[in-house]
């Protein structure tokens, strides 16, 4: 059998005395590290073996970065270039060169940690655009799992919040009303105030009675299940923030008793909502019930503007939902309203008043249908003034209660039920450019498998060992030889 002549040359020339064949080892060992050298430089995407590609920029944050227009410097004081949070934040320079990462050490760069408060020996990241600035530190860029006391990441969300909020000239202030609700920014709410912050959102709580108003800079006010009525303060505050073109996110958990909310109810009455009726939908389709539980449904996402890129996606999960009653067509064109529906049951889904009825299927007299369980509603004030309200017939889904006691993941994190609140406020806050699916923050796993492992400690170990190996034995075998 003919020989390949590129071997037959090597054979000939170059293995055919002990110092051809150590320059051929040398020149081979030295394009290995020419190649090395090159790929660092090239700074390409590492490969990214993490179940829910945790190192790899989603293009949700390419297209936030990609058209910002400012320079921005990233500086990451005290890590290593080896450090897999660099390697992800590197990414960013080949979507937009107006970002600049530079990797500092305290020694380096004196002037930065004295500007910005870093610490001796600790890690800091600083995003900055002229005056702005924000400081991160490693801390910040994990969550953790109280009861398996598992690292969730949240680099990316932080780093492209970061890097947003230095180059937008003003925030979006989202405000949550406090003191009509057993939930707030800090309790029960913990994880979504979390999540606004790194969607570039100022978040601030709202105590109404003692500012008398809706402040001015408010471009989303939230709203969450009254167990109390407003106050005449607050109605008459809100009122006059709804006739200056002010947007409100309500919502609204299943109630087992009837309340007094007389004001409430003139607020939903000012976007054509009738008042909460004492009741919880239930299903009593398999397909879209969770475990078995027919309060513990997966409602029917509709396509809109605020649900444009979760329609296609695995749905929400919500627990203890109300319906929505709003008037009819009629009245909502009198009051100048045009209603859009968000969230629906399936057709097999029912409204059950009775509590004392343990039966889980439907009885006699109980509502049964498609029910409207969110909805969108654009009221006209004037030509030049509109108000939106966009409105859930449930509270629980966004906050932290937990549907197992053996897991503390809270009820925000669970499918897309985190885009459609984020989505809604990114809506009401007139940014839907951040109307987005937004990657997982799960677990911090490594998921290679022992075939993976081996590769990639063959590519970069037993390759250049064997090629010393084969050049050594075949030196030895050549000087024998002679």
Same mark, same amino acid.
């Given at each position: ?206 105590? !109404? ?7 001015? @800079?408010?471009?989303? *006010?939230?709203? /969450?299940?009254? +167990? =109390? ?89 919500? !627990? ?7 008037? @009819?067509?009629?009245? *909502?064109?009198? /009051?100048?309203? +045009? =209603? ?143």
């Amino acid at each position: 059998m003919k020989e390949n002549k590129f071997i037959e040359t090597i054979k000939k020339k170059w293995l055919i005395n002990s110092s051809k064949t150590i320059i051929l080892i040398i020149i081979i060992l030295a394009l290995f590290i020419g190649i090395t050298i090159t790929m660092q430089k090239l700074q390409l995407t590492p490969i990214d073996l993490t179940a829910d590609k945790l190192f790899t920029l989603t293009e949700e944050s390419k297209q936030k970065v990609k058209d910002i227009e400012k320079e921005i410097n990233i500086f990451f004081v005290g890590y290593t270039d080896e450090d897999s949070t660099l390697d992800l934040a590197k990414q960013y320079t080949k979507v937009n060169d107006k970002i600049k990462i530079e990797s500092v050490t305290a020694t380096d760069r004196p002037d930065l940690v004295q500007k910005y408060g870093i610490e001796t020996n600790s890690q800091g990241i600083i995003v900055e655009a002229g005056e702005r600035y924000k400081v991160l530190a490693s801390s910040d860029l994990y969550t953790y799992d109280n009861s398996t006391y598992e690292t969730i990441n949240v680099a990316e969300e932080k780093l492209t919040a970061a890097i947003k909020s230095v180059s937008v000239e003003q925030l979006p202030k989202v405000y949550f009303l406090s003191g009509y609700s057993e939930f707030s920014l800090n309790t029960g709410m913990q994880y979504l105030n979390m999540y606004l912050e790194n969607e570039v959102n100022e978040v601030q709580s709202l105590d !109404i009675l003692s500012q008398g108003k809706v402040p001015e @800079d408010c471009n989303t *006010l939230v709203v /969450l299940s009254p +167990e =109390k009525d407003f106050d005449d303060i607050a109605t008459n505050a809100i009122t006059d923030y709804i006739n200056k073109g002010g947007n409100i996110l309500w919502l609204n958990a299943a109630t087992t008793r009837n309340l007094d909310l007389t004001n409430v109810n003139k607020i939903l009455a000012l976007y054509g909502v009738n008042p909460f009726e004492s009741g919880i939908i239930r299903e009593t389709d398999n397909s879209k019930m969770v475990s078995g539980s027919p309060d513990l449904i997966m409602p029917e996402v509709q396509y809109s503007d605020v649900t444009s890129k979760i329609y296609d996606s695995e749905g929400l999960i919500f !627990i203890n939902a109300t319906k929505i009653n709003v008037v @009819d067509s009629e009245k *909502l064109e009198t /009051l100048g309203i +045009e =209603k859009t529906d968000l969230i629906t049951t399936s057709e097999n889904a029912y409204f059950r008043k009775n509590f004392q009825i343990s039966s889980q299927t439907i009885q006699d007299g109980e509502e049964k249908g498609k029910l409207l369980v969110g909805a969108k509603l654009d009221k006209t004030i004037s030509e030049e003034t509109k108000s939106t309200l966009i409105i859930y017939g449930e509270n629980y889904f966004v906050s932290d209660y937990q549907l197992t006691q053996t897991s503390y993941t809270p009820m925000v994190a669970y499918r897309q039920n985190k885009d459609l609140v984020l989505n809604s406020i990114a809506y009401l806050s007139d940014r839907e450019e951040d109307i987005t699916a937004r990657k997982s923050t799960g677990n911090v796993t490594y998921t290679a498998t022992q075939l993976e492992n081996n590769i990639i400690l063959g590519i970069i170990t037993i390759v250049p060992l064997l090629i010393i190996i084969i050049g050594i034995v075949v030196w030895i075998k050549r000087r024998r030889q002679k």
